[in-house]
């Protein structure tokens, strides 16, 4: 009996388990491997070393990545706002297609980096430049996820929405919307992660405030252990984005159904 | 007496019988209707017949040979083919028309509203006064047994559930034209019984007519007035058979009794199933 429960609870917990394996299996590896491998502090230092510094900079790395996270967090909604819009308009003007979708393919290909010296001279070193490297990196996905998503409206649903008589509005708003949100969403989710690597490569580039400026700062004084813990700090912030957006795709369930 | 249709000698009627001066349009009116797909898939080739108001009339053919094409066009989704037509109580069908409710046949539910908010959303779309669809849904559920799973979605349901809930979904509507397209296909036949004895009460409570598409020979006999027979594709209509059998009917003594025997036969031969 007792076994029996505890295999109950053990397979209840997996979720959390297996990770958390993978977790401390990565650390551990981490911690010893640079000894083992005889590599020097100042090019791989150990995960204590890294997490010390981390608690020691905490206050300065907090702040840091408040003033990124904000940057993210405007790009990222501006994106949002304008993924939308824009694959809207695409998709409900013929027009608005024929002359927007080739420029959109094509900007979606270009190194947006490459932008990235060019929006501080546009935008100022402060941080309007990498709300907008944010959302640049952030509008594509949105953009192509929310039109693909318009476009492949079940066709027998499209027809039964006809054969019922439903207005434009109620087609687009109880059909073509929620079939296209499983595709918007996933493209939300994409499109996270980009908006962080936008803000902090802005932040390379020309910033008085910012992870990325840590990173920057830490590189050029052989400061290794800086370094990491501001890559920490970064992957916790985007992790932070992603269980929140997470947290609303759960509220679209019926993908695939 | 003069509403008593299915007296009436149809095929003899069923030719240029529009713009009759005293004649009222019929519900249905199919005039050498053809259907070409793209590619040249002929569907439908040059069919012609006439459907009475309250008239309830079944079709039978092969598989692919373009009944739901047939209903599609009828149902204003389609156009035929230029020269054919099909006019519904007169009027040609150019485009859906809100007093014909259609069941397709694959069940048409959508994956993210609830048993209930799907059966309500051909009358949303129709803009039925709240209550009225409040007060018909509950009644529907209870006739097609679905009571239980209101609140449960489409995922959640059988193959029948779902067939009976995309059914209910244009009960609510009272249309007065029902296009149906094997509409019973998954269910067992216990239930087929039970929902065919319910349509025939709606059809003679409401003065409906139907059109109903069904593979199975005792079905289309057991319910209708008029039985076409399509053949293979590209479709026509090789036989228009008038069912003798007593109204009301009724599961058992209906099937029990030799006209059905006979008209099961008959169209058993004709489709090449004996
Ligand atoms: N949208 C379409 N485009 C092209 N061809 C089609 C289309 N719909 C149907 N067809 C073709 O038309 C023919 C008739 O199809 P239809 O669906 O009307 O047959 P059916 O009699 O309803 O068959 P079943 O009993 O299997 O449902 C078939 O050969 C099919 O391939
Ligand atoms: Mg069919």
Same mark, same amino acid.
């Given at each position: 009996?007792?076994?029996?429960? %505890?295999?109950?609870?053990?397979?209840r917990?997996?979720?959390?388990?297996?990770?958390?394996? @993978?977790?401390?299996?990565?650390?551990?590896l981490?911690?010893?491997?640079?000894?083992? +491998?005889?590599?020097?502090?100042?090019?791989?230092?150990?995960l204590?070393? &890294?997490?010390?510094?981390?608690?020691? !900079?905490?206050?300065?790395?907090?702040?840091? %990545?408040?003033v990124?996270?904000?940057?993210v967090?405007?790009?990222?909604?501006?994106?949002?706002?304008?993924?939308?819009?824009?694959?809207?308009?695409? +998709?409900?003007?013929?027009?608005?297609?024929?002359?927007?979708?080739?420029?959109?393919?094509?900007?979606?290909?270009?190194?947006?980096?490459?932008?990235?010296?060019?929006?501080?001279?546009? +935008?100022?070193?402060g941080?309007? %430049?990498k709300?907008?490297?944010?959302?640049?990196?952030?509008f594509?996905?949105?953009?192509?996820?929310?039109?693909g998503?318009?476009?492949?409206?079940?066709? !027998?649903?499209?027809?039964? +929405?006809?054969?019922?008589?439903?207005?434009?509005?109620?087609?687009?708003?109880?059909l073509?919307?929620?079939?296209?949100?499983?595709?918007? &969403?996933?493209?939300?989710?994409?499109?996270?992660?980009?908006?962080?690597i936008?803000?902090?490569a802005?932040?390379? &580039?020309?910033?008085?405030?910012?992870?990325?400026? &840590?990173?920057?700062?830490? !590189? @050029? !004084?052989?400061?290794?252990?800086?370094?990491?813990?501001?890559?920490? @700090?970064?992957?916790?912030?985007?992790?932070?984005?992603?269980?929140?957006?997470?947290?609303?795709?759960?509220?679209?369930?019926?993908?695939?159904? | 007496?003069?509403?008593?249709?299915?007296?009436?000698?149809? $095929?003899?009627?069923?030719?240029?019988?529009?713009?009759?001066?005293?004649?009222?349009?019929?519900?249905?009116?199919?005039?050498?209707?053809? *259907?070409?797909?793209? #590619?040249?898939?002929?569907?439908?080739?040059?069919?012609?017949?006439?459907?009475?108001?309250?008239?309830?009339?079944?079709?039978?053919?092969?598989?692919?040979?373009? *009944?739901?094409?047939? /209903?599609?066009?009828?149902?204003? /989704?389609?156009?035929?083919?230029?020269? #054919?037509?099909?006019?519904?109580? #007169?009027?040609?069908? $150019?485009?859906?028309?809100?007093? $014909?409710g259609?069941?397709?046949? *694959?069940?048409?539910?959508?994956?993210?509203?609830?048993?209930?908010?799907? =059966?309500?959303?051909?009358?949303?779309?129709?803009?039925?006064?709240?209550?009225?669809?409040?007060?018909?849904s509950?009644?529907v559920?209870?006739?097609l047994?679905?009571?239980?799973?209101?609140?449960?979605?489409?995922?959640? /349901?059988?193959?029948?559930?779902?067939?009976?809930?995309?059914?209910?979904?244009?009960?609510?509507?009272?249309?007065?034209?029902?296009?149906?397209?094997?509409?019973?296909?998954?269910?067992?036949?216990?239930?087929?019984?039970? /929902?065919?004895v319910?349509? =025939?009460?709606?059809?003679?409570?409401?003065?409906?007519?139907?059109l109903?598409?069904?593979?199975?020979?005792?079905?289309?006999?057991?319910?209708?007035d008029?039985?076409?027979?399509?053949?293979?594709?590209?479709?026509?209509?090789?036989?228009?058979? *008038?069912?003798?059998?007593?109204?009301?009917?009724?599961?058992?003594?209906?099937?029990?009794?030799?006209?059905f025997?006979?008209?099961? =036969?008959?169209?058993?031969?004709?489709?090449?199933?004996?």
């Amino acid at each position: 009996m007792p076994s029996c429960a %505890s295999a109950g609870l053990i397979a209840r917990l997996r979720p959390v388990i297996d990770p958390a394996l @993978a977790f401390i299996l990565l650390a551990v590896l981490w911690e010893y491997g640079a000894a083992l +491998f005889h590599l020097k502090a100042y090019l791989l230092p150990p995960l204590s070393k &890294v997490l010390a510094t981390l608690w020691d !900079n905490r206050g300065t790395l907090l702040s840091e %990545s408040l003033v990124t996270l904000q940057e993210v967090a405007l790009g990222y909604l501006a994106a949002l706002a304008g993924g939308l819009l824009l694959g809207l308009l695409i +998709f409900a003007m013929a027009t608005a297609r024929r002359a927007l979708y080739p420029a959109i393919v094509l900007f979606q290909g270009l190194p947006k980096i490459a932008l990235a010296p060019l929006l501080v001279v546009w +935008f100022g070193i402060g941080p309007l %430049s990498k709300v907008v490297m944010a959302f640049l990196f952030a509008f594509f996905p949105i953009v192509i996820s929310t039109l693909g998503g318009l476009a492949s409206t079940p066709l !027998n649903l499209v027809e039964h +929405f006809q054969a019922i008589g439903a207005s434009p509005w109620m087609s687009f708003r109880r059909l073509r919307l929620p079939s296209a949100l499983p595709s918007i &969403v996933d493209g939300c989710r994409m499109a996270a992660p980009l908006a962080v690597i936008g803000a902090i490569a802005g932040e390379f &580039v020309g910033a008085e405030q910012g992870l990325g400026t &840590v990173v920057l700062m830490a !590189n @050029a !004084n052989a400061r290794t252990d800086l370094l990491f813990a501001s890559l920490i @700090a970064i992957s916790i912030l985007a992790g932070l984005l992603y269980c929140l957006i997470e947290l609303i795709a759960r509220r679209v369930w019926w993908r695939g159904l | 007496m003069a509403s008593e249709p299915t007296t009436r000698d149809v $095929t003899e009627r069923s030719t240029s019988h529009r713009g009759g001066v005293a004649s009222e349009p019929a519900a249905i009116e199919a005039t050498e209707v053809s *259907k070409t797909y793209p #590619g040249d898939v002929r569907a439908l080739d040059r069919l012609s017949f006439r459907i009475e108001r309250s008239e309830f009339v079944s079709v039978l053919g092969p598989s692919g040979c373009g *009944k739901s094409t047939l /209903l599609r066009i009828v149902a204003g /989704l389609h156009a035929a083919d230029a020269g #054919g037509a099909i006019h519904v109580l #007169g009027e040609p069908t $150019t485009r859906p028309r809100p007093q $014909t409710g259609i069941v397709f046949q *694959k069940d048409n539910l959508l994956p993210w509203l609830t048993v209930r908010a799907n =059966l309500r959303l051909a009358a949303e779309a129709q803009d039925m006064p709240r209550v009225l669809i409040e007060a018909r849904s509950a009644e529907v559920l209870a006739t097609l047994g679905l009571s239980t799973f209101a609140e449960r979605y489409p995922h959640e /349901l059988s193959g029948g559930m779902r067939q009976r809930a995309a059914f209910g979904q244009m009960l609510l509507l009272h249309p007065d034209i029902l296009l149906l397209d094997e509409p019973f296909g998954a269910l067992d036949a216990l239930t087929r019984d039970r /929902l065919n004895v319910e349509l =025939l009460r709606l059809w003679q409570v409401r003065q409906q007519t139907v059109l109903l598409i069904t593979h199975s020979i005792a079905e289309a006999v057991f319910l209708s007035d008029r039985v076409l027979v399509m053949s293979e594709r590209p479709g026509r209509i090789i036989a228009d058979l *008038k069912i003798r059998c007593a109204r009301p009917r009724d599961p058992q003594s209906t099937r029990a009794s030799p006209e059905f025997t006979a008209h099961v =036969l008959e169209l058993s031969r004709m489709m090449g199933v004996v």
